[in-house]
């Protein structure tokens, strides 16, 4: 296979697909399909062209030459994985040509997920099935093939399972099948936060549930329930999302928490692995592991030296960006020899024992070509291992515990670490929170604290983390470095935008609630007045568009209380604030 070749990709001559870039147009019916997908794309290999789509369906997605290209490349593993057979993996890429309006509303969908699975506004996921198998009739001699579902959702267990039905299909009866899945998921319901949903292809039902911001941990499987009326049977995925954490961090258990550190602190690391597949998951459960922190760096499970933003990672005249590249090609190693951070990881061993533990290394044993597997950094992790953790999953290995519940254990010493570490932050958020007490119905409410880094450090000797966790080690040092990271950035963004928005809420009540407006507007002047009125529009309008935890009865009696007031004014005046 030549998927290094210097042939740009292009469009497979004679086919159906993809057409000039731009949006897709206004009349395609494909609300309900975009809900989940932007498009699906079948990347073949050409003798005369390399790697060329050859399909793009629905037929009026528009994607860039840039998105086009990247897709092409990203669906074959390269020439170092020497993949036969079916492979599944996933890669992430920029969007390109600027922001393109959806055929569907996401803020439903976005205002009730977890911040960590919420729509990517400005990168597509591609989920990949290649098959590469002999084939006499090819002029190459092999049948290679890429089936690619392309969506702003990070459900790579979802789509993966999706995947696994249509691609063999697809690649027996090509594309009749398709256009029939792609019509099928059309008729889906769209993803709805806290819902299980049936979601039936080619005679199978798969049945899951799509998380929730407000859910408890052990609720993300769905509820076994309603089987009765379902012909037939449906297929219970536990999961959209989740990862065989176990199975990812076999090699790496010794330092997983160095690398959960090194997440943290959004700190530049390349991961160097056999294949797309293993590079894939390998990245998507290091950004995982944060959970329930959003991971707001950069990431490319997947990355090849044809990728449009190779020059911008490779570079060496500024600092590494944070980003953390998953690559097969050990050409990387070379380039990348100024990244602080290199994780080798070599093949899967498929014994009952623990595999071998890669060893931390200094990034000067770093060898272009024949390195060997191993964490190269110079980093010393703030906090002590757990060593009973790494006990008790030998000892599960030991007495053939299944990989789910080995991936429980793993799963759940993340969380508490993640929720030990953001606990004293959230705390020290809130109490930069007005009180409601000082939220006055006829005045501007009163302003959120600033977060004062100082302040917060000096409440961490009886507030800190050392009251959840039992891991002892450097935990001020780690908040310190944490303060300049993108994820301190990120989670602050995002509190601080919850807190507007409940402040809001409570000033909106406020005014609702007080007793008696026309009292208040005896000695009003009518400019006073006329302010109110576009004030409370202006809350009323933004309550509604950014869904405020506002009730219902709160929103119907600010409605009045405009009515109201607005029946007070002179008829010239009413006229102008209620035009016919």
Request: with cysteine; aromatic share 10%.
């Amino acid at each position: 296979m030549d998927a290094l070749s210097g042939a740009g990709p292009r469009r497979a001559r004679g086919r159906p697909g993809a057409r000039s870039s731009g949006v897709r147009a206004p009349a395609a019916p494909w609300a309900r399909f975009s809900a989940w997908l932007e498009c699906v794309c079948v990347v073949t290999f050409d003798l005369e062209l390399g790697q060329a789509l050859e399909l793009v369906y629905p037929s009026d997605f528009r994607l860039t030459d840039k998105e086009k290209s990247s897709i092409c490349y990203l669906s074959f593993p390269d020439s170092h994985s020497g993949c036969l057979g079916d492979t599944q993996f996933s890669f992430r890429i920029r969007q390109c040509g600027g922001q393109r309006s959806p055929w569907h509303d996401d803020r439903h969908y976005d205002t009730g997920a977890p911040v960590s699975l919420q729509r990517e506004p400005a990168h597509y996921f591609g989920y990949v099935y290649f098959r590469q198998v002999k084939d006499s009739s090819v002029k190459r001699g092999y049948f290679q093939k890429s089936l690619v579902l392309v969506s702003r959702l990070p459900f790579v267990r979802l789509f993966q399972a999706l995947l696994s039905l249509i691609a063999p299909e697809y690649f027996d009866k090509l594309a009749p099948c398709l256009e029939a899945v792609c019509n099928e998921i059309d008729q889906w319901p769209a993803p709805m936060p806290g819902q299980t949903l049936n979601l039936p292809v080619m005679g199978v039902i798969l049945q899951v549930r799509i998380p929730s911001r407000v859910d408890k941990p052990e609720s993300s499987a769905p509820k076994q329930c309603g089987h009765e009326n379902l012909l037939p049977a449906p297929v219970v995925l536990s999961s959209v999302h989740e990862l065989d954490l176990f199975r990812c961090f076999q090699p790496v258990l010794a330092h997983v928490q160095t690398l959960w550190e090194l997440m943290l602190l959004g700190e530049p690391l390349v991961v160097l692995a056999p294949s797309p597949a293993m590079s894939s998951e390998m990245v998507l459960a290091l950004t995982r592991c944060l959970h329930p922190l959003k991971f707001c760096c950069d990431y490319r499970p997947y990355f090849t030296i044809h990728d449009s933003e190779f020059r911008e990672f490779t570079t060496r005249t500024q600092a590494p960006p944070n980003v953390v590249l998953g690559v097969t090609n050990p050409f990387f190693i070379k380039m990348l020899q100024h990244w602080p951070h290199i994780l080798r990881v070599g093949e899967p061993r498929m014994s009952g024992d623990l595999p071998k533990q890669v060893k931390l290394k200094k990034p000067s044993r770093l060898k272009t070509l024949d390195t060997k597997p191993g964490l190269y950094t110079a980093y010393t992790a703030h906090l002590h291992r757990d060593k009973a953790l790494l006990k008790r999953l030998l000892k599960g290995l030991q007495k053939k515990r299944p990989s789910d519940m080995q991936t429980a254990l793993l799963r759940r010493h993340l969380l508490e670490l993640t929720q030990s570490f953001i606990i004293p932050l959230e705390h020290y958020m809130t109490s930069l929170m007005p009180l409601q007490k000082s939220i006055m119905p006829w005045k501007t409410p009163p302003q959120i604290r600033p977060f004062r880094q100082d302040d917060f450090l000096c409440s961490l000797e009886h507030a800190g983390p050392q009251l959840t966790c039992i891991l002892k080690g450097d935990w001020l040092g780690l908040y310190r470095r944490f303060f300049k990271s993108p994820h301190f950035d990120g989670w602050y963004r995002q509190r601080h935008k919850e807190m507007v928005q409940k402040l809001e809420a409570l000033h909106l009540e406020a005014i609702c609630e007080a007793q008696n407006i026309e009292a208040w507007m005896k000695d009003k002047s009518e400019v006073e007045i006329v302010d109110l009125v576009l004030k409370l529009r202006e809350k009323l309008v933004w309550a509604q568009g950014h869904q405020l935890p506002v009730k219902e009865a709160t929103l119907q009696r600010a409605q009045l209380y405009i009515e109201t007031i607005i029946g007070s004014l002179p008829k010239d005046l009413q006229a102008v604030l209620c035009p016919p």
